[in-house]
Nanobody
Framework: QVQLVESGGGLVQPGGSLRLSCTVS????????MGWYRQVPGKERAMVATIRSGGSANYTDSVKGRYTISRDNSKKTVHLQMNSLKPEDTAVYYCYADLWSRGSSDYTDYWGQGTQVTVSS
């Protein structure tokens, strides 16, 4: 059974930093893309940052220069370093992985349970 477990959310003042982590567990044969999405009430979940197995990363425009995504393939973990946080970054952040696991014939998208990030003074 595949699980994505996130950690690192919380409350931070504007201008502060947080680091989110997500670890994949289960019998995993390969992980293609990993990443982070976020959602605020009344809006659709939106991509924040993604990273492929080779290390190439993609960011939404509003976080470029402030966020850095990284991954450790040996630990099946993805991180999101968030700096210079703004109130508009407040959201539930979801970890995502496109992976191939035991019992599957193809790559499948999996999601974490979400972690709240609140930026407020």
């Amino acid at each position: 059974q595949v699980q994505l477990v996130e950690s690192g959310g919380g409350l931070v003042q504007p201008g502060g930093s947080l680091r989110l982590s997500c670890t994949v567990s289960g019998t995993i044969f390969d992980i293609n893309a990993m990443g982070w999405y976020r959602q605020v009430p009344g809006k659709e979940r939106a991509m924040v940052a993604t990273i492929r197995s080779g290390g190439s990363a993609n960011y939404t425009d509003s976080v470029k220069g402030r966020y850095t995504i990284s991954r450790d393939n040996s630990k099946k973990t993805v991180h999101l370093q968030m700096n210079s946080l703004k109130p508009e970054d407040t959201a539930v952040y979801y970890c995502y992985a496109d992976l191939w696991s035991r019992g599957s014939s193809d790559y499948t998208d999996y999601w974490g349970q979400g972690t709240q990030v609140t930026v407020s003074s």
